[in-house]
């Protein structure tokens, strides 16, 4: 059974730049995509980045420049820094695993809410 658990989210202001953290834990191979997608308030949830086992990503068009995904294989964690927020950022951001580069897997997280103030 695979768990991910997200981290890092809250209130920020405008030009934040918060990290999220999402922890695995449970049998996984280290070698599955690990992504985040986001989910505006009445949205859809919609892609922001992956990463690969070997450290290739893919973001979306929204975040490029903005946000960046890592991940620490050895410790089942993936990362994502954003940069500068605005408040359209704001959305419940998921964590998800095994998927492709530009689609989920139906393994995803709780979702850790980040909130944006003007």
């Known amino acids: 059974h695979v768990q991910l658990v997200e981290s890092g989210g809250g209130l920020a202001h405008s030009g934040a730049s918060p990290r999220l953290c999402c922890a695995a834990s449970g049998s996984i191979d280290t070698l599955y995509v690990m992504g985040w997608y986001r989910q505006p308030q009445g949205k859809q949830r919609e892609l922001v980045a992956t990463?690969?086992?070997?450290?290739?990503?893919n973001y979306a068009d929204s975040v490029k420049g903005q946000f960046t995904t890592s991940r620490d294989n050895a410790k089942k964690t993936v990362y994502l820094q954003t940069n500068s927020l605005k408040p359209e950022d704001t959305a419940v951001y998921y964590c998800?695993?095994?998927?492709?580069?530009?689609?989920?897997?139906?393994?995803w997280g709780q979702g850790t809410q980040v909130t944006v103030s003007s």
């Open positions: 990463i690969t086992s070997g450290g290739i990503t």
């Open positions: 998800n695993l095994g998927g492709t580069s530009r689609r989920p897997s139906d393994s």
